[in-house]
């Protein structure tokens, strides 16, 4: 594995092990781009990686699962978004307000942010232990 991509991998590494790695959800429309580029790096890694690995299907797949994953917990999140602006803080109010669809959006995106982030982790330890050397 080349230096700059190992180091890439232990500082994604370091950055998802935390369970706090994504903003909570009043911040994540402002950091879902910051989300993508973070992971367009990992993808880039997982691309160089799989043509020079026998493993190249699994990290195929993997790669693809992080990208569903974080559409998924993106649009998630955006059900609680309203059409005519993003919201910047949520408030009591739009608590009070949400309806049964907004609290499941709200409980998927949960789950689906947290499957990303084990995807995310695994898709790098599946980059460590890839069978390629330089």
């Known amino acids: 594995m080349r230096a700059t991509d190992a180091k890439t991998l232990e500082d994604l590494e370091m950055l998802y092990g935390d369970r ?3 903003a909570s959800l009043q911040d994540w429309f402002g950091e879902a781009e910051n989300y993508w580029n973070t992971l367009k790096r990992l993808l880039i890694i997982a691309d160089y990686t799989k043509n020079h690995s026998l493993n190249s299907k699994k990290i195929t797949a993997s790669s693809n699962m992080v990208i569903e994953l974080f559409q998924q917990t993106k649009n998630h999140a955006g059900g609680w978004n309203s059409e ?9 109010k739009d ?16 789950v689906s ?6 995807k995310i982790l695994n898709l790098i330890e599946l980059l460590y232990s890839s069978d390629y050397q330089l």
């Open 20 to 22: 706090d790695c994504f």
């Open 84 to 92: 005519e602006s993003q919201i910047s803080e949520l408030s009591t």
């Open 95 to 110: 608590y009070v307000k949400a309806t049964d669809e907004s609290w499941d959006n709200l409980n998927e995106w949960t």
């Open 113 to 118: 942010q947290e499957k990303l982030r084990q």
